[in-house]
């Protein structure tokens, strides 16, 4: 267990280095990532790696800041600060920077490298717009070797994973062993320097357009401002600054105002910030909120499962499910083999997997009428086969409106329609009454099939 001096010192240490403030409350996170350190250089205890600490050891101070910090980061994190860069900033740069062709990019805190190579590759996207152009795109980050990870760039398949959409893997990956290796043009595009953010910004040069994302939270309020004030002096007027979904600048610098209807955008608070189209990005957005299932025009999101789409209904040999969020068309009569006998008429489908066609069967029953039930946003599911007799089924007169219909207990349902599985009607889906057919009686239970008890010997 780490004494209190202890802990007062290493976290000292670890803020005066790189601005990572610590509060008594991660003990158990400073313990855990120093305990390995300890182990590797063989010192008995964190008593014994703290009291060479204390000694000066360089090295090891390096290796103790190296382990406190988070690196954490996925390809295309959190989407819409690049659909920002690809349907804001681009657009507005391409215009502006149309006489000097330069664009400087800056990823502070770049980690293993999936923030700038995203970046990277939505620029080669543009290629044919940019032809001619000088584009920089610079990642620092105070970690030495998680910037040896960044120049090679090599992940293994759960990092490819996380956000990557699989167009873009088979574009610009190639399988290593294991691993997925970025091309080497894309790496191209990226220069990674070791850099701690609270030394001095100006020998990095000015950018026009700083990604700063997810760093701020781990310093104390006078950092935070004063890392906002120094990132400010680099940037022209129109530079755009990028921050984390939990990041802000209110109530810390006044040398940036959020971008109009956007979150995590700024541009600099001073006369000179024009204003900028955010049309096309808006449309993207809009698009994106109203397709609750696939990806938005020009985006980079992966596709949503099946379940989740929106778009028209699948008419299979049974019925028809329609796909979330919108109204569904009545199922259609299923064909083919039969059930085990049954002295009734009329048709029964058994349920299939989603998308093939189910055979028709006889049952004994008696005949139901169903009747017209109507909903909308949702989706409805079949309910067991052999329930009802022919056809999909609906409750009389019933109308649904938000949530999903699950499957209803075998026998429960009324009535019945044409060819299908029976249906209760969802929401989200319309079903029309069908014509007669037969339903399984099941909610009647006859003794005198069995016998009473005391007819048992």
């Not at 293993?112 to 620029?123: D, K, N, W």
């Not at 990956?173 to 100006?202: C, G, P, T």
């Amino acid at each position: 267990m780490m004494k209190p001096d202890d802990f007062e010192f290493v976290s000292r240490l670890i803020k005066s280095k790189s601005g990572l403030v610590l509060s008594q409350d991660k003990t158990y996170l400073l313990e855990s990532r120093l305990m390995p350190i300890a182990r590797k250089r063989g010192l008995k205890d964190l008593t014994e790696l703290i009291g060479t600490l204390r000694g000066g050891d360089r090295n090891l101070v390096e290796e103790v800041v190296d382990a406190m910090t988070t690196n954490e980061s996925f390809f295309f994190r959190d989407t819409k600060p690049f659909d920002q860069f690809r349907h804001v900033v681009l657009p507005h740069m391409i215009k502006t920077r149309a006489s000097k062709k330069h664009l400087r990019i800056w990823c502070a805190a770049a980690s293993s490298g999936q923030e700038p190579y995203s970046l990277a590759m939505i620029l080669d996207e543009f290629k044919s717009q940019l032809a001619g152009w000088r584009i920089d795109i610079v990642g620092t980050d105070i970690s030495r070797e998680i910037l040896t990870k960044a120049r090679a760039g090599l992940y293994s398949q759960f990092e490819v994973q996380r956000g990557l959409p699989i167009g873009l893997l088979v574009k610009y990956f190639q399988k290593k062993e294991d691993q997925w290796q970025i091309s080497a043009d894309i790496r191209s595009k990226v220069q990674y320097k070791e850099f701690n953010l609270l030394e001095d910004f100006r020998p990095l040069g000015q950018f026009d357009v700083v990604y700063c994302r997810n760093v701020l939270i781990y310093f104390d309020q006078p950092t935070k401002s004063d890392v906002l004030s120094r990132v400010s002096a680099l940037m022209p007027d129109d530079g755009f600054l990028f921050l984390g979904g939990a990041e802000t600048v209110l109530g810390i610098s006044d040398k940036f105002k959020p971008l109009a209807r956007q979150r995590g955008i700024y541009q600099l608070n001073r006369p000179g910030a024009p204003e900028v189209d955010l049309t096309a990005l808006e449309k993207v957005q809009a698009g994106a909120a109203s397709a609750a299932g696939a990806a938005a025009p020009g985006g980079l999101a992966f596709q949503k499962p099946k379940h989740m789409q929106t778009g028209a209904a699948t008419t299979t040999g049974t019925t028809a499910r329609p796909a979330v969020g919108t109204t569904g068309t009545t199922g259609t009569a299923g064909t083919a083999t039969t059930r085990p006998a049954g002295s009734g008429f009329g048709t029964t489908s058994t349920q299939r997997p989603l998308g093939t066609t189910t055979p028709s069967t006889t049952r004994p029953g008696t005949t139901g009428t169903g009747s017209t039930g109507s909903g909308t946003t949702g989706s409805a599911f079949s309910r067991p086969s052999g329930s009802t007799g022919t056809g999909s089924t609906t409750r009389p007169g019933t109308t649904d409106t938000t949530g999903s219909t699950y499957r209803r207990p075998l026998g429960t349902g009324t009535g019945a329609g044409t060819g299908g599985t029976t249906q209760r009607p969802g929401t989200g889906s319309s079903n029309t009454s069908g014509s007669s057919g037969t339903t399984r009686p099941s909610t009647t239970f006859d003794r005198s099939r069995f016998g009473k008890p005391d007819d048992k010997k």
